[in-house]
């Protein structure tokens, strides 16, 4: 099925460091999602964008819907160890009469080293 | 308000038995969507019901199914089990509606031996 471009694939970083992550799709998205998943856990959401252009804020995240709507990205300030995970990014082409049906990225895997 | 709540939480299973996973919405929600997620293919979309009646459906063959309940409880079924079928299964729930975001649950791990 079709998914979504996701970089980087991986990263280590030092703790305290700032960290950005993106996705791209060749479609047009009305809504980007961005989750953290924990080893055996499912995904947790992060924040939500539905508006190109929309600059959205949790914490230490920050996460923006790109105005041409055919990206989006998730930056992580000041990171700490709890940060590790794999971080998914989510769209969704359109709503229509047949529901949703998200497409996820593959997925960035963060490691924060002490 | 209590999360998504997904079960069995583990479970192996034999080459050609059959298995069924359930899942519990967040109160209120109304659609379930269920997600498939190997290391190899990450999350791919099985599908989604609303209202007991499926809505959408992902690129997987008849042996995956599923249902919902009047209650939105869901259910999805996999019939004559391959090896391949070893994954992590994802449910998450939304009000179903245009602009909603879905929330997941813990996911069923299904081992096929």
Not at chain 1, 60 to 66: E, I, K
Not at chain 1, 87 to 112: I, K
Not at chain 2, 46 to 59: A, D
Request: with cysteine; net charge neutral.
């Amino acid at each position: 099925g079709q998914q979504l471009n996701q970089s980087p694939q991986s990263m280590f970083i030092q703790e305290g460091e700032d960290v950005s992550m993106n996705c791209t799709s060749s479609s047009i998205f009305n809504t980007w999602l961005w989750y953290k998943q924990d080893p055996g856990e499912g995904p947790v959401l992060l924040i939500a964008l539905y508006k190109a252009g929309e600059l959205t804020s949790n914490g230490r995240l920050t996460a923006q819907f790109g105005i041409t709507r055919k990206d989006s990205f998730l930056n992580i300030s000041a990171s700490i160890p709890s940060d590790v995970g794999i971080y998914f990014c989510a769209g969704q082409e359109s709503w229509d009469n047949y529901g949703q049906n998200f497409v996820f990225g593959p997925g960035t895997r963060l490691s924060v080293l002490p | 308000k209590a999360g998504v709540t997904q079960t069995p939480r583990y479970l192996i299973k034999t080459r050609g038995q059959q298995v069924t996973l359930s899942c519990s919405p967040i109160s209120g929600h109304r659609s379930v969507s269920w997600y498939q997620q190997t290391p190899g293919q990450g999350l791919q979309f099985l599908f989604e019901y609303f209202s007991e009646t499926q809505r959408n459906k992902g690129n997987f063959p008849g042996r995956f199914s599923g249902r919902q309940f009047s209650n939105s409880r869901s259910e999805m079924n996999v019939s004559t089990l391959e090896l391949g079928d070893s994954a992590l299964y994802l449910c998450a729930s939304s009000q179903g509606v245009s602009g909603n975001t879905i929330y997941f649950g813990e996911g069923s791990w299904l081992t096929v031996v």
